[in-house]
């Protein structure tokens, strides 16, 4: 029976896997040798490096790889699986995770916040040998799901793991990280010395992480640098993500006040900025994406999109499903990539200068000798 | 009464607009600041102007209407869908408008002719336009890669758009441009035209608008399908004036806050209109003062077109009411 | 045959073909987007496997089950509400935000009380969450009575007052400060302001909705108050003349209404998730709404269209998890039939049923089509 929507998926995983594989971020990516160094965690006497002391290779892995298909299933957070941000991101990665394997790969899309543990359990008792959950209202459950089975290989996106459970991989991101990138970025491009950030909600932590890894960023570039951060708070949980008008609208007050770099972060509400951004063309005003490249994600925002700060999810979701085909997955947290993407077309607007610093900075945040202090959440 | 409170609400208005001068800083003007907020007042009042203008037709032909956030949503796809295969925008905006008259007509079906309760059948335009239009986006948008034919162009008036302060009013794109034509024309056919006499006495006393020969239902019918289509171009706001895509659910609740913005003008234009600048403009305010570093209770900011919409009802300050035959289906003897 | 047991079956019939109908509408969605006429028999099969996932996914397995009927107790609950109301002569759309407020206040007296017994604590935390649905849902049937605001509109309005009320709460005085915690949420509550487990995974309010459920079934159609307040529901007029307090009925009308959705909430609260979260009640009001006047605003039949809507949502699942549609289609079916119920002429015009005798009265038509069937008078 051949289907459209087969062929329809197939076409789109393409570009986005050129796109993870191929480029590379210009300020040297190389986060990966760093052990796991848990994002200022709440309880840092145990940095979980310990990853459980059942060595995973040893766990029969010749019938996994030569007979059995891998079955990979995939829970979204409260949306849907094509909605050109995390969602999406991550199940890019379990596509192409699943397609690197030969395996085969399902989403189930969550409504409602109620359903995580019946929507996990869907692939549970269908047998699925590795299971993907995204975001971290799905942690808890995840780990419940997780403890109960354990034969079955989960990947938690965006879940810290406080106590490892030895076949849950909690892939996270240091988004304060990639919030100083982009923060020293802007502050050293802007003319006009003001920058600003429009945000999603504050009580969503990666969000948050994101902006105040900005408004740090900044900070340390240009101290005197004139800071406009704004969250989408005013709605509930349910619609600040969704709001693409609100977006654009304070992206355009802001530039109105001569902010001639804008961040935009948080699902469509990010993209309205964008947006925004890109009807001030003319003025000179620059834009910065979120989570992937958004250059390709966010065509019409093109002519001014600097760059984005990048917390590849596609990728860790894939390299972590290869790992349990080669029978390398490990229980704990899992640091997935984070920084900036390509320049593309603006490239000339970056000084050499500039990149030098950027490169500079980013291996002290990955050797650890510059912190960006922001909290997990905001308290 | 109702210039009283149009006063009021172009007072609180003129305030939000004064906070300006308290916001700025050394290196902004005062000016800058009024004009920017002025824009983005604006920007968030012409949606909700539209919503609340098409609720006005339908209400003050004595049809209540809550759907007018599933119409809008669903125009707001109609306009997109429209504006993708044909690449053409002004296509898109009639395609919106289309998917508007054709909510607009089921709601007048389902209460005019089949004298369905007309808040049920608000529900059910809502739930349906929510569940097509999420259907259709993830399975013909998303899986055909369609996309958006762009942003409908600022029109600016030469020499007023560079005026300080009000530069902003005198170049906006067309929808936004409509909807401020939209507030006097509506008020001139509602007030003063016979079409409009007889729409008020369908909405105030069906029966004796019968009796001096006035068809009920076919009045009821027009008004309705005249609203969605306003609903319509609201909707095509989403999707070819503010953003060129379009996101499930994207009218985010503001056909209820149009709704509430109804009540609050007094089922009048000017009033709604009104209505409308002022929650744009705490919008305004809430994000210019984050912007300047002021921190505001979010949550609260967010109550306030609700809160307001309650209180005004309640009757405590300035009683507004309904036209006296909305939700009361209309049958000929 | 004689009337009265005609209509009876015919009010029975109705919703049985709306939703069939429903369903056949939904199929041909489903249809059009599937593999098409190159599968088998034209992709007719991809809808039956479509609807076959359906039904598994709510009643194939002993877990799945649970889950539905897991889902059904906030329906049962806010479907009631809605019933309620509209029996009194209110529109209450506004089961979400009440539902909010019940499970915020049940869960704040579930964590900060700790040292009584669950005898105490449990019902405790039950009520506070009906006290605070009652008071939330009274001031729309308050503000109806003395000032004529309509409620329809005040409840809407309540909703998105709920929602922020709760977001500020969560994120501030209500949130768990355990450092482990970034979400905003409350803590967990005490352990005795829980309800039991009845068997492994399904808590015990499904005894307490169908006591619930009795008890509304009673109140309204054997006491004089429930007398009243379906004769103010009917003709507030005629009810006056009577010598009914139809101000002091219609805010009991909506002070119930919101009573059962808090209570919903609190039991949300109590039985699964044993915290307030934020947003987890999005949705519940239209629903809710769907299923009162599915269930013809009876008891029996708000409990049968709750098992229903929880059926299909719970489904979704797993037709998703086969088919790999957007479960939108759950919602588009949900409208249609709510469509054909509240517009039954079209269901009577596609199976060429004959007219309804309440004709006369569309209000009532829609809104409580076989009165008095199951008063038996």
């Not at chain 2, 059910?124 to 999420?134: D, H, K, L, S």
């Amino acid at each position: 029976m051949r289907t459209r929507r087969n062929l329809l998926f197939g076409l789109a995983a393409l570009p986005i896997l050129a796109a993870c594989g191929g480029e590379a971020a210009p300020a040297a990516p190389a986060a990966k040798a760093e052990p796991t160094k848990a994002p200022a965690a709440p309880a840092p006497a145990a940095p979980t490096t310990a990853p459980a002391a059942a060595a995973a290779p040893t766990k029969a892995p010749e019938p996994t790889v030569a007979a059995k298909v891998l079955k990979v299933g995939l829970v979204t957070d409260v949306g849907k699986v094509d909605d050109k941000s995390f969602n999406e991101s991550a199940w890019n990665g379990a596509k192409a995770g699943a397609a690197a394997i030969k395996g085969e790969s399902k989403y189930v899309e969550t409504r409602d916040p109620n359903d995580y543990k019946k929507n996990i359990q869907q692939f549970v008792s269908e047998k699925y040998d590795v299971i993907v959950t995204v975001g971290f209202l799905l942690g808890d459950a995840t780990i419940e799901a997780a403890k109960a089975n354990p034969t079955i290989k989960f990947i938690g996106v965006d879940q810290f793991q406080e106590k490892p459970v030895e076949n849950l991989a909690g892939l996270i991101f240091e988004e304060d990280k990639a919030g100083f990138m982009v923060g020293v970025l802007s502050a050293l491009v802007s003319k006009s010395g003001k920058v600003g950030a429009v945000l999603a909600t504050d009580v969503v932590p990666p969000v948050w992480r994101f902006g105040e890894g900005f408004r740090a960023g900044v900070k340390f570039a240009k101290a005197d640098a004139d800071l406009q951060i704004v969250y989408h708070s005013d709605v509930g949980p349910e619609k600040t993500f969704d709001d693409p008008e609100w977006g654009k609208a304070t992206a355009l007050s802001m530039a109105d006040k001569g902010v001639d770099v804008i961040f935009g972060a948080g699902g469509k509400t990010g993209n309205g900025a964008l947006y925004g951004v890109a009807e001030r063309k003319d003025k000179g005003v620059l834009a910065i994406g979120v989570d992937t490249d958004q250059y390709l994600t966010v065509p019409e925002a093109k002519a001014v999109l600097l760059s984005s700060g990048m917390k590849i999810i596609d990728q860790g979701v894939s390299d972590l499903i290869k790992a349990v085909s080669d029978g390398k997955f490990k229980g704990g947290n899992v640091n997935g990539k984070v920084g900036l993407a390509p320049f593309h077309d603006l490239d000339s607007k970056v000084s050499a200068e500039i990149k030098t610093k950027l490169e500079t900075i980013r291996k002290d945040l990955d050797a650890g000798t510059l912190k960006t202090n922001v909290k997990p959440a905001k308290g | 009464m109702t210039r009283g409170r149009f006063a009021f609400i172009i007072g609180c208005i003129g305030l939000l607009i004064g906070g300006a001068e308290v916001l700025r800083s050394p290196d902004v003007s005062a000016s800058i600041v009024a004009a920017s907020m002025l824009a983005t007042m604006l920007r968030f009042a012409t949606p909700l102007t539209l919503g609340a203008l098409a609720g006005l037709l339908c209400e003050r032909s004595g049809v209540a209407n809550i759907a007018i956030e599933g119409m809008m949503l669903s125009a707001a796809f109609g306009a997109f869908l429209g504006a993708a295969v044909t690449k053409s925008l002004l296509i898109g905006v009639l395609a919106g408008m289309a998917v508007g008259v054709a909510m607009a007509t089921l709601h007048a079906w389902l209460s005019v002719s089949l004298r369905v309760d007309q808040i049920v059948s608000g529900t059910v335009i809502n739930i349906m336009a929510a569940g097509i239009t999420g259907f259709l986006s993830t399975e013909v948008v998303r899986r055909q890669a369609l996309v958006g034919a762009g942003l409908l162009p600022a029109l600016r008036i030469p020499v007023l758009a560079d005026l300080p302060v009000v530069g902003p009013v005198f170049q906006q794109q067309p929808i936004a441009w409509m909807a401020l034509l939209l507030v006097p024309l509506t008020h001139l056919v509602i007030f003063h035209t016979p079409w409009g006499l007889r729409l008020r006495s369908v909405g105030e006393l069906p029966r004796a608008a019968h009796a001096a020969g006035i068809s009920v239902i076919r009045t009821r019918y027009t008004a309705v399908m005249i609203g969605g289509a306003i609903a319509g171009i609201g909707g095509a706001y989403f999707t070819l004036e503010s953003v060129p895509a379009f996101e499930p659910l994207m009218t985010n609740g503001r056909g209820f806050i149009a709704l509430a913005a109804l009540i609050f003008g007094g089922w009048t234009p000017a009033g709604a209109w009104a209505a409308s600048l002022l929650f744009g403009a705490a919008n305004a305010l809430h994000i210019n003062a984050q912007q300047f570093g002021i921190p505001v209770p979010a949550q609260i900011v967010g109550m306030f077109p609700y809160l307001l919409t309650i209180v005004i009802l309640a009757g405590v300050i300035g009683r507004v009411s309904p036209p006296a035959a909305v939700g009361t289906p209309y049958e000929a003897d | 045959m004689t009337q009265a047991v005609r209509a009876r079956l015919i009010g029975g019939l109705i919703p049985s073909l709306a939703i069939v109908t429903a369903l056949l509408i939904g199929g041909v969605i489903i249809w059009a987007s599937g593999p098409r006429i190159d599968g088998p028999w034209f992709g007719i099969w991809f809808v039956v496997e479509a609807y076959q996932a359906l039904i598994e996914g709510a009643f194939g397995s002993r877990a799945a089950t649970i889950d539905t009927v897991l889902r059904m107790v906030p329906y049962v609950f806010t479907g009631l509400a809605v019933m309620v109301g509209f029996r009194g002569g209110m529109f209450n759309i506004g089961a979400e935000g009440q539902l909010a407020v019940g499970a915020l206040a049940s869960a704040w007296v579930g964590f900060t009380v700790t040292s009584l017994p669950l005898v105490i604590h449990l019902p405790l935390v039950l009520l506070t969450g009906c006290l605070a649905g009652a008071i939330w849902g009274g001031i729309a049937g308050l503000l109806k009575a003395r000032t004529g605001a309509h409620e329809v509109i005040t409840t809407i309005m309540l909703n998105y007052v709920g929602g922020q009320l709760a977001a500020y709460l969560l994120n501030g005085v209500l949130r768990d400060r355990s450092p482990l915690n970034v979400i905003a949420q409350t803590p967990k509550v005490a352990e005795t302001a829980r309800l039991p487990d009845l068997v492994p995974g399904l808590h015990s309010g499904v005894i307490l909705v169908i006591g619930v459920a009795v008890l509304v079934w009673f109140v309204l159609w054997k006491t004089t108050t429930g007398f009243e307040l379906r004769m103010v529901g009917i003709n507030p007029d005629a009810a006056s003349y009577a010598g009914v307090n139809v101000v002091r009925r219609m805010t009991w009308a909506m002070g119930v209404s919101g009573m059962l959705a808090g209570l919903a909430g609190a039991v949300q609260v109590a039985g699964v998730n044993y915290r307030s979260t934020l947003g987890f009640n999005v949705g519940y009001g239209f629903d809710s709404i769907a299923i009162a006047l599915l269930g013809r605003n009876t008891v029996s039949g708000v409990v049968l269209s709750s098992i229903l809507f929880a059926a299909l949502r719970t489904g979704a699942t797993k037709l998703q998890f086969r088919t790999q549609i957007s479960t939108d289609i759950i919602s588009v079916i949900q409208a249609l039939v709510l469509l054909m119920i509240a517009a039954d002429q079209i269901i009577r015009w596609i199976y060429r049923i004959g007219p309804a005798q309440t004709e006369a009265d569309p209000v009532a038509a829609s809104t409580a089509p076989v009165a008095d069937s199951e008063s038996g008078r």
